[in-house]
């Protein structure tokens, strides 16, 4: 008869303990940038739990009405709720930035497993590309873009993640380089191993880690992207509701209406830096480093 470890006596106790620990190694700062991503999560995926309203109902007679108690964050113009509208636009804004992230990070994985594994040649000549496009900053970039592709959410998408595609190939070289000239590497080419195995088995899982960090903080500078490209009329338009979008719309209404423009922008700094402390806790984790 064998006997599983939660029916050992105080092993529950035990592993209580050591989830509480782990909590509060965390740290204040960290726990919160998690649980706000949570609920930004839960805002994105099932926003009617949060918001009772509907985001594009306008009623004219309640409009830009100030926060109270049956319009937490107050109504625009058109006399919209703007909690609600914030709430759905988690969706539009998340969805933009981890997108372009997710396209990014594949394109820029596939450019910097090239540029490593590669001819010295094709190494150079990739890498040089990748230095004349890192000089530009990355919203420059995706303005070229979206120039030559026009408007739109999906267009904004593709543009960002294009402009992103330098800074992760740069750190999928560097890896590959490393893992090129590792001892098991060597093993398993004396063992006759494919080249294919060879790359799926042994360099792209030990090149994932370095990607995977700076993606989870690209998340955030994506989205601020995004929204700036929703702002300019570049990516998603009204009346969706979107943050960036939502920003644009009531730049006219500041000094009647700051409720309008000042929640939008605030969900956008907390969700970003929110991003960036979860982020800067996985790059430390992965380093070995101390938070």
Known sequence: MTTTASEIPGWPGFLAARATRSVLR???????????????????????????????????????????????????????????RVVHGARHSLLLGISATALGAVGGAMVGLAAGLGGRLLDG???????????????????????????????????????????????VRSSALVVRRAPYLDAAVALGQSRAHILFRHVVPNTLGPLLVLATAGVG???????????????TRPPVPEWGAMLSEGRNFVESAWWIVVFPGAAI??????????GRAARLRVEGRPR
């Open 269 to 278: 700094a907390a969700t970003v830096v929110s991003v960036t402390v979860v």
């Open 125 to 171: 000549l990739l890498m040089r590309v990748a230095d004349i496009l890192l000089a530009f900053p990355e919203l420059l970039l995706a303005l070229v873009v979206i120039s030559v592709m026009g408007p739109g959410p999906v267009n904004a998408a593709v543009a960002i993640g294009v402009a992103a595609i330098p800074t992760y190939a740069r750190v």
């Open 26 to 84: 965390a740290g204040p700062g960290l726990i919160a940038a998690v649980l706000l991503l949570g609920l930004v999560t839960v805002a994105a995926l099932w926003p009617g739990l949060l918001a009772r309203y509907d985001p594009d109902v306008i009623d004219l007679a309640a409009s830009l009405d100030g926060p109270n108690a049956a319009h937490w964050f107050g109504t625009d113009q058109l006399g919209r709720d703007v909690f609600a």
């Open 221 to 235: 500078t994506a989205t601020i992207a995004g929204s700036a490209l929703s702002f300019l009329g570049l990516g």
